[in-house]
Every structure is written in C-alpha cells, then in structure tokens.
C-alpha cells in the first residue's frame, strides 16, 4: 500500500483481556518498528524487526508484550492480561533496507488502546 | 546512549508571535535531526529534516539549523498561526546499521488568536 496502515484505530480493552494491534507496513519495506507513546509522552522504542527477524525487542515492558512478523510482511502486537499502565498510542513504522540519511520515517496513524 | 531534550510545555503565543522550541541532542557520531508534528487526534508527521552540521531544515515556515558545536537543532516559526497549535517533537536518526529513532518527549504550541 501507499502508507503505513495500522488496525485497529481504537481498542478498548478490559483490564486482564488479551489484544492484538496489527500493521500493514509500506509494500517492500524490510524493516519494521512498534513503539509506544503514552499520554503527553514522546513515542518510545519497543521492538524492530528486518524481516521475520526480531533483531530487539529490549524495548518491551514486559512478558506480557510480545510481536511478531512471521512472513516479514505484516506484523502484530499482542498484549496479554492488559493493565491500565498498557494504555497509550501504539506506533508502527517502516523503512527500505538501505535508508538514506535524510529519510524520514512514515508512521502509521496508530492504535489507541484504552484499557478500562 | 542517544538521547534529546527538549524544552517543555505548554508554549502559548498570540497570532504572529515568533516561536522557539528548543532541542539538545546526546549522540555518538553524526546523527541526522528531524522535526516531527503531531495535530490534536492525528498521527505524527515529519516536518522538517537535516542531515549534517550547518544543514537547515524548512517547511511551512518552520525552520531548524543542525548545530554541531552546540548539539542543538531548534525549531523556529517567524510568525505562528493558529493553526500551528500542535505537539512537536525532536527526533534524532542514524542511517545504516539499526536505523531506530530516538525522540524528546514533546513540546505543546498553543496559540491564541
């Protein structure tokens, strides 16, 4: 596709339900990233994948938080036994293999998970 | 490790005020900068971008110079507009290898007319 699409756009979850955020990256695109912006926060690093490869999940907040990318295409973010703490915008992004140096990076719109 | 700072908020000007948002960086190397904007209910944007010292980044009357010698990359707007009421966010980037983006945690432009 055009863009970085992510699904779905809002997510409200009970607090101990399990969820899946999914994203579409750019067609082509090698690398993948997910990050996590909490309310009045800047977005933060949670995993990067080249591939199907998960090459850092150091990001993760915890067990809890688990992705994957098993054809290197489209990826998941699964998030069980949801806790308040979990709320935020989730981010997906991603880039070529070769990423020039004034490359800017695409972000989807987000999901925005509330868990109540 | 990387890191940017930036300035916090709220900022609130008046119509045609001039605007600075400051941004420090900590890096090893010579990362690229960006400026990313975020409209109330919207995703992030990238505004404006440099990639080297002295390089000036612009768009939409936003402007930012890479500064080695300082490890700034301030972001400034001669005369701000409503419309410009957004959240902004510093973002530094290395090309090659693990491309990941670090970020500064935001800075909220308010302007009243």
């Known amino acids: 596709g055009a863009g970085v699409s992510q699904s779905p756009r809002y997510k409200v979850a009970k607090r101990g339900q399990d969820v899946a955020l999914r994203c579409d990256p750019i067609?082509?695109?090698?690398?993948l990233f997910w990050y996590q912006q909490a309310l009045g926060q800047g977005p933060e690093f949670l995993t990067y994948?080249?591939?199907?490869?998960?090459?850092?999940k150091s990001g993760l907040p915890s067990d809890r938080f688990f992705a994957e990318r098993p054809e290197g295409s489209v990826s998941t973010l699964k998030i069980q036994r949801t806790q308040q703490e979990d709320s935020a915008v989730y981010l997906c992004?991603?880039?070529?293999?070769?990423?020039?140096?004034?490359?800017?990076?695409?972000f989807g719109s987000g999901t925005r998970l509330t868990v109540v | 490790g990387n890191s940017v700072t930036q300035m916090e908020g709220p900022v609130t000007l008046s119509e045609e005020a001039f605007l600075t948002i400051n941004c420090t960086y900590t890096?090893?190397?010579?990362?690229?900068l960006f400026w990313y904007v975020q409209y109330p209910g919207e995703g992030l944007q990238l505004l404006l971008k440099?990639?080297?010292?002295?390089d000036k980044g612009s768009n939409k009357g936003f402007e930012a110079t890479y500064r080695k010698e300082t490890t700034s990359f301030h972001l400034e707007k001669g005369s701000v507009q409503v419309s410009d009421s957004a959240v902004y966010f510093c973002?530094?980037?290395?090309?090659?290898?693990?491309?990941?983006?670090?970020f500064g945690t935001g800075t909220k432009l308010q302007v009243i007319p």
């Open positions: 992004a991603s880039t070529p293999r070769t990423v020039p140096r004034d490359y800017g990076y695409t």
């Open positions: 890096a090893t190397g010579y990362p690229s």
């Open positions: 973002a530094l980037f290395y090309s090659g290898g693990y491309q990941k983006v670090t």
């Open positions: 067609s082509g695109h090698v690398s």
């Open positions: 994948f080249q591939n199907e490869a998960q090459l850092d």
């Open positions: 440099a990639t080297k010292a002295d």
